[in-house]
T-cell receptor, first 112, second 112 residues
Framework: NAGVTQTPKFQVLKTGQSMTLQCAQD?????MSWYRQDPGMGLRLIHY???????DQGEVPNGYNVSRSTTEDFPLRLLSAAPSQTSVYFC???????????FGAGTRLSVL | QQPVQSPQAVILREGEDAVINCSSS?????VHWYRQKHGEAPVFLMI???GGEQKGHEKISASFNEKKQQSSLYLTASQLSYSGTYFC?????????????WGAGTKLIIKP
């Protein structure tokens, strides 16, 4: 049972570089989301999607893009990395019937 | 508005009880509880809906006081495996169940 798979686990970027964090789920969940977790602040929603082709902004969307071309995949793109984007990123998915979010193992990102 | 969790941290001996609170300044529709162990992804514990329903799972239970807009998580006869950071996520209506607002977390340390 793979569940929610995130890659990479760790990444170091230089300021101004771009990259894509990958997220895939094999549970046929309609809803997927990206969070960032910073010390003392809990989880903050970046972007979410309620189905293929549908995305929307969360609480802290600036500097990030998403797309949802398939049910399974929901990549997060950092357009021009900044030190303020140093964080741990979690992808989560849930079905429409059950209100339980399943999280990936996280990506620890450092921007120098 | 981020819900406020209290206490921020608590240290217990194995077998002791703990109560973690999650309070909101907004009217709540649901409260979601998750536990995150160090370096791991958050894992679902339980959901409480408006109506004051109390839920439980083994020695972990929770209540939802609609009048106070507060949920409390009760850990009875704590075990070493209960160590971790507990997060509450809140939704103010059924539609915003997709966009939970998360508290900053309560770190629970259980000592033998």
């Amino acid at each position: 049972n793979a569940g929610v798979t995130q890659t990479p686990k760790f990444q170091v970027l230089k300021t101004g570089q771009s990259m894509t964090l990958q997220c895939a789920q094999d549970m046929n969940h309609e809803y997927m989301s990206w969070y960032r977790q910073d010390p003392g602040m809990g989880l903050r929603l970046i972007h979410y999607s309620v189905g293929a082709g549908i995305t929307d902004q969360g609480e802290v969307p600036n500097g990030y893009n998403v797309s949802r071309s398939t049910t399974e995949d929901f990549p997060l793109r950092l357009l021009s990395a900044a030190p303020s984007q140093t964080s741990v990123y979690f992808c989560a998915s849930r079905g429409l019937a059950k209100n339980i979010q399943y999280f990936g193992a996280g990506t620890r990102l450092s921007v120098l | 508005q981020q819900p406020v969790q209290s206490p921020q941290a608590v240290i217990l001996r194995e077998g002791e009880d703990a109560v973690i609170n999650c309070s909101s300044s907004k009217a709540l529709y649901s409260v979601h509880w998750y536990r995150q162990k160090h370096g791991e992804a958050p894992v679902f514990l339980m959901i409480l809906l408006k109506g004051g329903e109390q839920k439980g799972h083994e020695k972990i239970s929770a209540s939802f006081n609609e009048k106070k807009q507060q949920s409390s998580l009760y850990l009875t006869a704590s075990q070493l495996s209960y160590s971790g950071t507990y997060f509450c996520g809140t939704a103010s209506d059924m539609d915003s169940n997709y966009q939970l607002i998360w508290g900053a977390g309560t770190k629970l340390i259980i000592k033998p």
